[in-house]
């Protein structure tokens, strides 16, 4: 663990701060102590049998070691992979599903779009639950919301029994229309749970009363799926912090980009999918914003996945449908939809312990497959024996077997020399030019997918800087920027452990949405008022149970809308909450300048506009976010700068002698040419050749890229 001082006020903010992100191969700490202007960072291997196992194990030493208890922990926010894994390796819940009769087959048929038109072999994702776990029920919701045919309550027993019998624990309901009128999923639900009250139900009309069946269909499902698993993992996560002598709330990190409470969260955990990713992206746009970047790529390589996400104006981009488990792991349309609000990320490649491996046509290729905390990459000394991009990095020099996590974690040269010889024996090369090769591919795959995603979206990703982290973001930053063509790489101050530091900067928050077709000139604004209304006091209603004073929320409201005729909409701004005739205008406006930003054109004033769903934000900042990074110029650096030198791979079949820099003694103002080296506790900061490097007033490191790489 690494403690640093920082000279914070934190007027109002009582007691210790603690993020706390579990990644697929590494737990991030970050504590935070407003009262002795303090910030600690701390990273330990993840468990993955039991995540709460490596927490609690991490926790009880980053508070030995500054010297507090647990009961001077005043706040914790935790982010997971728990559910994104159920998801992928399909280890959730055996789970049913009821829907209205006729629907039983939505999710084998999907939306009928073929992620690939000339792939003989085309596969779709396996629903979650199969076919002989769903059960219809008669009864009808128009479009409207008004009943159509009763709800026959009478064939609940019989479909409640039959999942008795076939072992299910979780329950699904999606019936159509629920998103108008969600009373017949109510009254399924109130008949299940007396007839079962051990089963868990899920509505969709309650998760996502949104339209469309099949996306809708198939989050409740994975909601159904990962609910029992997230409910037994954070209680019982609560219940040992608590059992050490933790007395505050435990908040955990959404896809949105907010915080939530256990309770409310556990009963919507799907929502928690991309929850890591998440709050890394609220803590790269917090660094732009602090100093005077408004357009940035978060950069996020860790030690599973590198993800990527976009910045514009100062503030996340976010989706309200996204899509998890892919067969093909760039292919859209391959995966699971959900219908869940989240800071947009595009996965763009492999992390440290991606696995490089032979084809079969004798070529190298990194990736997907990972070797995870366990057993990791063979340089771990753990049982790993596939070649991996973090024992190509040790081989190339980049990191330092003496200095992993801090001197705490000895890698093993030999093991990682004897893998990639393995793998270089398979492909009839030397081992230094397979390591060369997996660390290009590596590279040249994420900025490839970087361009296509960009790209796709209207973007040119020279207009941005590129703002890196993760544990193996900050060794491979410069090489992905200079093939994407930016000009700048900022390396936040803690950035082996920013999405740690990001659950401390992440809002409360809640997000509600109402799906209401109308056209535009035709909408009964005295009904949106209503629901309107209704979000926006679920939504404080939320916050103010997290001890939120209203005075302190800010409310957004935002409007998904589309030209008539089109299958798709676009969300914009809502100014006026209270809205009414007058706000068709701005409606129109609004829509006109995004669509016209987002496809370069608008359609005549003459094409009939129509609003979709109607959603309020409800947000509050976080009482410890200021600490995070005001005043860290003030911070103490320690020690020597220079720590040695090492022979580094700098391309073109060229090793030379590199200057290795110590983080933590590098004060503000402090730059250096490339090539060098930059360690900290958490992670290795690479500087190119032609690069140069500034330390800026807030402790980031500032690499401005030359034309020699």
């Known amino acids: 663990m690494t403690a640093n001082g920082l000279a914070a006020g934190g007027a109002g903010v009582r007691g210790i701060g603690i993020g706390i992100d579990v990644g697929g191969t590494f737990t991030d700490f970050v504590l935070i102590d407003p009262?002795?202007?303090?910030?600690?960072?701390?990273?330990?291997?993840?468990?993955?049998?039991?995540?709460?196992?490596?927490?609690?194990?991490?926790?009880?030493?980053l508070l030995a070691e500054y010297g507090a208890s647990f009961e001077d922990v005043g706040r914790l926010s935790h982010a997971t992979t728990l559910v994104p894994n159920a998801l992928i390796e399909r280890k959730g819940i055996r789970t049913g599903l009821i829907t209205t009769a006729g629907y039983r087959d939505t999710l084998e048929i999907g939306n009928e779009y073929k992620y690939d038109i000339y792939d003989v072999y085309h596969e779709k994702p396996e629903p979650l639950v199969p076919r002989a776990l769903r059960r219809e029920i008669r009864g009808r919701i128009g479009a409207t919301g008004a009943e159509r045919e009763p709800l026959a309550t009478e064939d609940l027993a019989g479909i409640v029994r039959d999942f008795r019998d076939a072992g299910v624990a979780s329950v699904a309901v999606c019936l159509i229309h629920a998103y108008a009128n969600p009373a017949h999923e109510r009254a399924v639900r109130d008949v299940v749970s007396r007839l079962a009250p051990d089963l868990e139900v899920s509505l969709s009309g309650e998760l996502s009363p949104v339209i469309r069946e099949y996306p809708r269909t198939s989050t409740v499902v994975a909601n159904a799926y990962v609910k029992p698993l997230v409910q037994r993992y954070l209680t019982r996560l609560d219940g040992r912090i608590r059992s050490l002598g933790y007395k505050g709330p435990l908040h955990v990190m959404m896809s949105e980009g907010g915080i939530g409470e256990v309770d409310r969260v556990v009963e919507m955990p799907i929502r928690l999918v991309e929850s890591g990713p998440a709050a890394g992206t609220i803590a790269a746009a917090f660094v732009g914003r602090h100093i005077?970047?408004?357009?940035?790529?978060?950069?996020?390589?860790?030690?599973?996945?590198?993800?990527?996400?976009?910045?514009?104006?100062?503030?996340?981009?976010?989706?309200?449908?996204?899509?998890?488990?892919?067969?093909?792991?760039?292919?859209?349309?391959?995966?699971?939809?959900?219908?869940?609000?989240?800071?947009?990320?595009?996965?763009?490649?492999?992390?440290?312990?991606?696995?490089?491996?032979?084809?079969?046509?004798?070529?190298?290729?990194?990736?997907?497959?990972?070797?995870?905390?366990?057993?990791?990459?063979?340089?771990?000394?753990?049982?790993?024996?596939?070649?991996?991009?973090?024992?190509?990095?040790?081989?190339?020099?980049?990191?330092?077997?003496?200095?992993?996590?801090?001197?705490?974690?000895?890698?093993?040269?030999?093991?990682?020399?004897?893998?990639?010889?393995?793998?270089?024996?398979?492909?009839?090369?030397?081992?230094?030019?397979?390591?060369?090769?997996?660390?290009?591919?590596?590279?040249?795959?994420?900025?490839?997918?970087?361009?296509?995603?960009?790209?796709?979206?209207?973007?040119?990703?020279?207009?941005?800087?590129?703002?890196?982290?993760?544990?193996?973001?900050?060794?491979?930053?410069?090489?992905?920027?200079?093939?994407?063509?930016?000009?700048?790489?900022?390396?936040?101050?803690?950035?082996?452990?920013?999405?740690?530091?990001?659950?401390?900067?992440?809002?409360?928050?809640?997000?509600?949405?109402?799906?209401?077709?109308?056209?535009?000139?035709?909408?009964?604004?005295?009904?949106?008022?209503?629901?309107?209304?209704?979000?926006?006091?679920?939504?404080?209603?939320?916050l103010r149970r997290a001890g939120v004073a209203e005075r302190e929320m800010t409310i957004e409201g935002q409007v998904d809308m589309r030209y008539a005729g089109q299958g798709y909409e676009i969300t914009v701004s809502l100014d006026d909450v209270a809205v009414g005739p007058a706000s068709a205008l701005q409606l129109q406006q609004t829509f006109e300048t995004v669509y016209r930003q987002t496809f370069g054109i608008a359609l005549d004033r003459t094409t009939a506009l129509e609003v979709v769903t109607w959603r309020i934000v409800v947000e509050a900042p976080s009482p410890v976010a200021s600490l995070v990074l005001d005043n860290r110029g003030q911070s103490r650096p320690s020690g020597e700068v220079k720590k040695g030198r090492r022979n580094v791979y700098l391309g073109k079949a060229v090793f030379a002698d590199c200057v290795v820099l110590d983080r933590q003694a590098m004060p503000a103002g402090y730059s250096v040419d490339g090539p060098a080296l930059v360690e900290e506790r958490e992670s290795t900061s690479f500087v190119p050749t032609g690069g140069r490097l500034e330390v800026d007033e807030l402790r980031n490191l500032i690499i401005r890229l030359g034309a020699e790489q």
């Not at 009262?35 to 196992?53: A, C, H, N, Q």
């Not at 800071?343 to 190298?364: K, Y």
């Not at 077997?401 to 030999?414: T, V």
Request: charged share 20%; aromatic share 6%; hydrophobic share 45%.
């Open 35 to 61: 009262e002795r202007s303090v910030i600690m960072f701390g990273k330990s291997l993840t468990t993955p049998k039991d995540p709460s196992d490596g927490i609690l194990s991490g926790l009880a030493q």
């Open 292 to 542: 005077g970047l408004s357009n940035v790529l978060a950069f996020d390589m860790g030690g599973t996945t590198a993800k990527l996400s976009v910045v514009d104006g100062g503030r996340p981009t976010f989706v309200n449908e996204l899509e998890v488990a892919r067969i093909r792991r760039f292919k859209k349309g391959s995966g699971l939809p959900l219908q869940v609000p989240s800071v947009e990320l595009l996965e763009i490649g492999a992390g440290g312990g991606t696995i490089a491996w032979v084809d079969d046509l004798g070529l190298l290729k990194v990736g997907p497959q990972s070797a995870g905390a366990a057993p990791g990459p063979a340089c771990y000394g753990n049982g790993g024996s596939d070649a991996t991009v973090t024992d190509a990095n040790l081989l190339l020099g980049y990191l330092d077997a003496r200095y992993f996590l801090g001197g705490e974690m000895r890698l093993a040269e030999e093991a990682a020399h004897e893998a990639v010889a393995r793998l270089a024996t398979s492909l009839g090369l030397a081992p230094l030019d397979t390591g060369v090769g997996i660390r290009a591919i590596v590279n040249e795959n994420m900025a490839a997918a970087a361009r296509v995603a960009l790209t796709e979206k209207g973007r040119d990703p020279r207009r941005y800087t590129l703002v890196a982290f993760g544990g193996a973001g900050p060794a491979h930053a410069c090489e992905v920027a200079r093939l994407l063509g930016i000009g700048t790489v900022v390396v936040p101050y803690g950035a082996g452990v920013t999405a740690a530091l990001g659950l401390l900067e992440a809002p409360l928050s809640a997000r509600q949405a109402r799906s209401y077709v109308s056209d535009l000139e035709a909408i009964d604004w005295v009904r949106v008022r209503s629901f309107i209304t209704e979000m926006r006091q679920e939504g404080v209603e939320i």
